[in-house]
């Protein structure tokens, strides 16, 4: 296959035009000829997520004719994206990246990830949640291959929620109550923080509503930030703003750490993840953190957003790309592959494979959270994730866009539905100088 695919061809096959340009996946066939021959296929992977090295010094014992050689990067926001993106206009990205789920289309888009629609087998898509693979996969074309998906929930600290007598809300009405009720009982407590920092949150509370911000129907991108369903998220968490119910500053920041490590926040709203990340950060803790499952708005018919999560891509500068699909088949299903990954040190991501699940499982210390056997919440939950949700491809642009306007609402300037809007115009302007077909609509 000839190197990078035109940018036209990969929006081709990403805003529902007729598919005949999309890139198709190269079959060279290195990794089978590699096992004919008895040579070595030897891929690069790039990545920032910890425990990576242990993964590929695993796959490459119990591998002959691929190996991988590893390279650490710093994480997304801290440059990793801007490396990778430098690195395919130079011709010399790796043969497979780490890429989180916002930057997928963007990605793909720019003809960074390969169209790897034909390498995915039957096999491997049995192996893997839906959901998490229709995030990855637009108009039938796939780009990068999931390895966790985190259904967000509710961490709450059991102790304090005794002795205020609470419980886990069912529904957001509930949660508001219970809002009000700690800021009388508690006034320097509050039962949530909005993050000014947070639109990865904001989002999942958009899609558990039942927001669809992007879709590519009609051949274009529809943008609708600020939809009904995502207002009506605006307006609900704009009242608990409003009259104090809630802490509103970032969550990425020394006044958050603080609020956690000293009680002073009862919940945290997060990804499956952050369960792990709770017990790393805060040993002293234990014991008095349980997870429960999100507040809803519908009760009848309950769903969650995802809140993090990470994916796999064969770049279209990679000349071994079977080579690299049956690495990152290894990466995401394999038993022994998590079993690696899970030994650099306490985790609780929720595998994108159900079939890994138990390995999570038995390797998380349950005492943390009073014996409580987080996964199989987890396995609920997961099963509750909304399969309308679709990527922007500028989520960087717009996360910053939506985050500067949430820190000016929490100066008391404008509101959450006026962020949306702002957000929303915001992004238009990436999207048309992408080239692309654009609409959009706030219904």
């Known amino acids: 296959m000839p190197g990078r695919p035109s940018r036209r061809s990969v929006l081709a096959a990403m805003a529902a035009v007729p598919?005949?340009?999309?890139?198709?996946?190269?079959?060279?066939?290195?990794?089978?000829?590699?096992?004919?021959?008895?040579?070595?296929?030897?891929?690069?992977?790039?990545?920032?997520?910890?425990?990576?090295?242990?993964?590929?010094?695993?796959?490459?014992?119990?591998?002959?004719?691929?190996?991988?050689?590893?390279?650490?990067?710093?994480?997304?926001?801290?440059?990793?994206?801007?490396?990778?993106?430098?690195?395919?206009?130079?011709g010399n990205a790796p043969d497979v990246a780490t890429i989180e789920y916002p930057q997928v289309p963007g990605y793909a888009i720019d003809g960074v990830a390969r169209?790897?629609?034909?390498?995915?087998?039957?096999?491997?898509?049995?192996?893997?949640?839906?959901?998490?693979?229709?995030?990855?996969?637009?108009?039938?074309?796939?780009?990068?291959?999931?390895?966790d998906v985190e259904p967000m929930v509710m961490h709450y600290r059991a102790d304090l929620f005794?002795?205020?007598?609470?419980?886990?809300?069912?529904?957001?009405?509930?949660?508001?109550?219970?809002?009000?009720?700690?800021?009388?009982?508690?006034?320097?407590?509050?039962?949530?923080?909005?993050?000014?920092?947070?639109?990865?949150?904001?989002?999942?509370?958009?899609?558990?509503?039942?927001?669809?911000?992007?879709?590519?129907?009609?051949?274009?991108?529809?943008?609708?930030?600020?939809?009904?369903?995502?207002?009506?998220?605006?307006?609900?968490?704009?009242g608990l703003i409003d009259r104090d119910d809630v802490f509103m500053n970032a969550v990425e920041s020394r006044q958050s750490d603080a609020q956690i490590g000293n009680g002073l926040?009862?919940?945290?709203?997060?990804?499956?993840?952050?369960?792990?990340?709770?017990?790393?950060?805060?040993?002293?803790q234990k014991g008095q953190w349980r997870i429960a499952p999100m507040p809803q708005w519908d009760?009848?018919?309950?769903?969650?957003?995802?809140?993090?999560?990470?994916?796999?891509?064969?770049?279209?500068?990679?000349?071994?790309?079977?080579?690299?699909?049956?690495?990152i088949e290894w990466q995401v299903s394999h038993p022994d592959a998590l079993r690696a990954r899970l030994s650099s040190g306490t985790s609780s991501q929720y595998p994108a494979a159900p079939g890994l699940v138990s390995v999570g499982r038995d390797a998380f210390d349950r005492s943390y959270y009073g014996g409580q056997d987080i996964y199989t919440l987890f396995e609920r939950e997961a099963q509750k994730i909304g399969e309308?949700?679709?990527?922007?491809?500028?989520?960087?642009?717009?996360?910053?866009?939506?985050?500067?306007?949430?820190?000016r609402v929490s100066g008391g300037q404008g509101s959450l539905v006026e962020s949306l809007r702002t957000a929303q115009e915001g992004t238009m302007p990436d999207l048309k100088a992408l080239g692309l077909s654009t609409t959009q609509h706030s219904t």
């Open 162 to 238: 005794d002795r205020y007598g609470l419980r886990p809300a069912r529904t957001w009405d509930e949660f508001a109550e219970q809002a009000a009720a700690v800021r009388r009982k508690a006034p320097d407590r509050r039962l949530v923080l909005f993050p000014t920092d947070g639109m990865t949150q904001f989002a999942c509370y958009a899609w558990q509503a039942g927001a669809r911000w992007f879709d590519t129907s009609k051949g274009a991108w529809n943008v609708s930030l600020a939809d009904a369903p995502s207002r009506r998220v605006a307006d609900y968490w704009q």
């Open 388 to 407: 309308q949700w679709l990527w922007g491809p500028r989520m960087s642009a717009t996360q910053k866009v939506m985050q500067d306007s949430f820190a």
């Open 115 to 147: 169209d790897i629609t034909d390498l995915v087998g039957d096999g491997l898509r049995r192996k893997l949640l839906p959901q998490a693979l229709g995030l990855t996969t637009f108009e039938g074309r796939v780009f990068s291959v999931p390895l």
């Open 19 to 90: 598919l005949t340009g999309a890139v198709s996946a190269c079959s060279g066939g290195n990794a089978a000829s590699s096992a004919r021959t008895g040579t070595t296929t030897r891929i690069t992977f790039w990545s920032a997520l910890r425990g990576s090295q242990e993964v590929v010094d695993a796959f490459n014992r119990t591998h002959r004719t691929v190996q991988v050689e590893f390279q650490q990067i710093p994480s997304g926001g801290q440059g990793g994206y801007a490396k990778l993106s430098n690195a395919a206009r130079a």
């Open 299 to 327: 009760t009848g018919s309950p769903s969650v957003g995802t809140h993090g999560g990470s994916t796999f891509a064969v770049t279209a500068d990679s000349r071994h790309p079977e080579a690299a699909m049956e690495f």
């Open 265 to 284: 926040v009862l919940t945290r709203l997060s990804g499956a993840w952050d369960a792990g990340a709770q017990m790393n950060a805060r040993p002293g």
